[in-house]
């Protein structure tokens, strides 16, 4: 069918956060193919240890519920972005996977770490 959605990518920003701080995920949905795919679908589970806050996307039709989900067309080379911010709630490594299907039976999966478990060490001099 002449559509590739592997150039897709996601991050989050900051990647470490803690408890009670905010972290917006940002994906780009993109189409390195020559189709275009006409009813493309996204869906990404809220990640463990945060609470969703807003989201939005620059095309498309955005909603929520326990994850983000998106539907629309991705055209060549015209990428659609999809952001959502989140409230860190636990403090560990919070793994997010979301999973983009072009509908035509085609799915990658795109993936981004937040470091919500912060460690302090203490400093240490020594004389020499």
Not at 30 to 59: F, K, R, Y
Not at 77 to 91: D, G, M, Q, S
């Amino acid at each position: 069918m002449g559509v590739l959605l592997e150039p897709s990518r996601k991050r989050v920003a900051p990647y470490q956060a803690g408890i009670g701080e905010v972290a917006t995920y940002t994906l780009v949905l993109v189409n390195g193919g020559t189709a275009p795919a006409l009813s493309a679908h996204l869906h990404d589970p809220l990640p463990g240890g945060t609470t969703h806050i807003t989201g939005w996307a620059s095309s498309g039709e955005y909603a929520f519920d326990e994850g983000v989900h998106w539907t629309g067309p991705i055209t060549p080379f015209e990428p659609v972005t999809v952001t959502f911010r989140v409230t860190v709630t636990t403090a560990s490594l919070v793994t997010n996977v979301a999973t983009l299907d072009d509908g035509y039976g085609g799915v990658v999966s795109v993936t981004a770490w937040l470091n919500a478990e912060r460690v302090l060490l203490p400093l240490l001099t020594r004389a020499n």
